[in-house]
């Protein structure tokens, strides 16, 4: 009996130890390898925004091969278990379709490369500045500091607009003016209303006609500034507006009606 006791044990230390052993160096190897990528992507060319899903998927393949090396140890026929593993893939596959076409939508944004970290766009109805494409997510701050998840998926089926790639936005103001304004008043007024800090010079700002409403003249001023200058740009010129309009006598109108009675 304490022969068989002896026996078994030394059997287990003789597992255990070496389990043991491979674990710990395994977890040691495998932090170093991915302090290695890390530092290899924060050198590399690869825009920020990509880091997160590259180092994701590497600790995934590298905790995978550790189990399968430290089940080796524990004597556990590892070839059964990949092959249990690819049956059991397509079952799983199945039940996790979403997350897989959001990791290849990942795999795709990093190949096309439609944006940067740091850009803003505006992706499926959000728009915002790109701060992370993970593993099945990419990752918007908006203007008003929220945080914004959109699958992957549906970033690459999603229309998107880019409003950083060329390094300037067009600022759209739409004002209207009574009729009873002059025309080139109205014009010169917007101009002056466009001379605020951050407006490009050229193109030169452009203001015209846009339609004769049922209660007023509806005017359009285009101004062109640095994509990071868009919104102090919209908020000035809009806050300019009503100054220069009342310096100058002109009325911003709102919806009315005139009823004319006959005698």
Do not use: C
């Not at 390898?33 to 180092?55: F, M």
């Not at 990942?106 to 500045?129: M, Q, R």
């Not at 739409?174 to 800090?197: F, M, N």
């Amino acid at each position: 009996m304490k022969e068989w006791l002896f026996g078994l044990t030394t059997s287990l230390v003789n597992r255990i130890l070496p389990f043991l052993f491979i674990m710990v160096a395994g977890i040691l190897i495998v932090r170093i390898i991915l302090g290695i990528v890390n530092k290899a992507l924060e050198k590399s060319k690869l825009e920020k925004a990509a880091h997160s899903l590259i180092k994701s998927l590497t600790r995934t393949v590298l905790y995978l091969l550790l189990g399968l090396i430290a089940a080796s140890s524990l004597g556990i026929d590892v070839t059964g278990i990949i092959a249990l593993a690819s049956v059991l893939s397509l079952a799983v596959s199945l039940s996790v379709q979403n997350l897989l076409t959001n990791i290849i939508g990942g795999f795709t944004l990093l190949y096309t490369k439609p944006f940067a970290s740091g850009d803003y766009v505006e992706i499926a109805a959000e728009s915002g500045t790109v701060s992370e494409i993970g593993m099945t997510y990419t990752k918007l701050v908006t203007p008003d500091n929220k945080i914004v998840y959109i699958p992957n998926s549906a970033v690459v089926a999603a229309d998107i607009t880019n409003y950083s790639v060329t390094g300037t936005r067009r600022v759209d103001i739409a004002i209207s003016a009574s009729y009873d304004a002059p025309t080139e008043k109205v014009l010169d007024a917007l101009y002056e209303a466009a001379k605020v800090p951050g407006v490009m010079s050229d193109p030169a700002p452009f203001a015209a006609v846009t339609k004769y409403g049922e209660s007023a003249v509806e005017y359009t001023l285009r101004v062109w500034t640095a994509t990071g200058d868009y919104w102090n740009v919209y908020f000035t010129i809009n806050e300019r507006v009503r100054e220069t309009f009342k310096d100058n006598g002109i009325s911003m109108t709102y919806p009315h009606l005139n009823v004319h009675l006959d005698k």
